[in-house]
């Protein structure tokens, strides 16, 4: 998978794409993550990417020409799959979602800041508009990273457990049932009996009906 992400914040990338199972993923030759700086496609003479809204209004938009010029320049060089806006208004990512994108080879994923970009990019390059959620963030930066890492996790030889992802919370629309480790007593407090039987069939009756269990609990709607 290869991921172009668009942002004027490129140094806010440095930090998640060059740690733990996104770097390693990297280093495995299974991803590919190239960040560019909307800035550098800017074509006024003092690097603006932004400008203010017609019609007047607080909050500056980022304009079309830039973003036209490094979207058109990656699309010249191969073909994507799909091109991502993140924003507020888009459609809520849930793990069906990540799932159906994980199966993408090239994607980019474009980082709204400000106020948003010229409509019109939304209009015409645009494929897919992706929320994360119902709160607000100061740009689409933080959201790209979450969108990124959700897919990266599933690409096949990414997480050394094949079988993890497919445990995940949400992977069967139930919640991961709890889990412990050693000691099997710590303070009085036990691990139960069942996980330390040795009785495979039993303690993964015992895992689902924990994960419903935990599931109706925390979150009825996910079962309707
Ligand atoms: Cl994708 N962008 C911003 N700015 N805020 C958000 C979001 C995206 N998703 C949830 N909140």
């Known amino acids: 998978m290869r991921l172009d992400i668009i942002t004027c914040l490129p140094d806010l990338f440095d930090g998640p794409i060059n740690q733990s ?15 560019h ?17 017609f019609g007047g209004g607080a909050g ?22 799909e091109i991502v806006y993140l924003t507020p208004d888009g459609k809520t990512l849930n793990q069906g979602m990540a799932n159906g994108l994980s199966m993408n080879e090239n ?27 119902d709160y607000v963030l100061s740009g689409g930066e933080l959201a790209a990273m979450v969108l990124a890492d959700s897919l990266i996790r599933l690409v096949p030889g990414v997480l050394n457990d094949e079988s993890s992802a497919l445990t ?9 049932p709890p889990v412990y480790t050693r000691p099997a007593e710590y303070k009085g407090w036990k691990v139960p009996d069942i996980l330390t039987s040795g009785h495979e069939a039993k ?22």
């Open 203 to 224: 303690i993964e009756k015992w895992r689902h009906d924990e994960a419903v269990k935990r599931t109706e609990e925390r979150r009825p709607d996910l079962l309707k």
């Open 168 to 176: 995940d919370s949400f992977q069967d629309n139930l919640l991961a």
């Open 60 to 81: 500056m938009v980022l304009m079309i020409e830039p973003i036209d010029s490094c979207i058109s320049k990656l699309k010249s060089e191969r073909d994507y799959q």
């Open 21 to 35: 199972i996104v770097k390693r993923a990297q280093q495995k030759g299974l991803v590919e993550i190239y960040i």
């Open 37 to 53: 700086n909307l800035r550098d496609y800017s074509t006024n003479k003092h690097n603006n990417v932004d400008d203010y809204a």
């Open 107 to 133: 994607m980019i994923l474009l980082c709204g800041h400000y106020k948003g970009v010229d409509q019109r990019v939304r209009d015409h390059f645009i494929t897919r508009e992706i929320s994360i959620g």
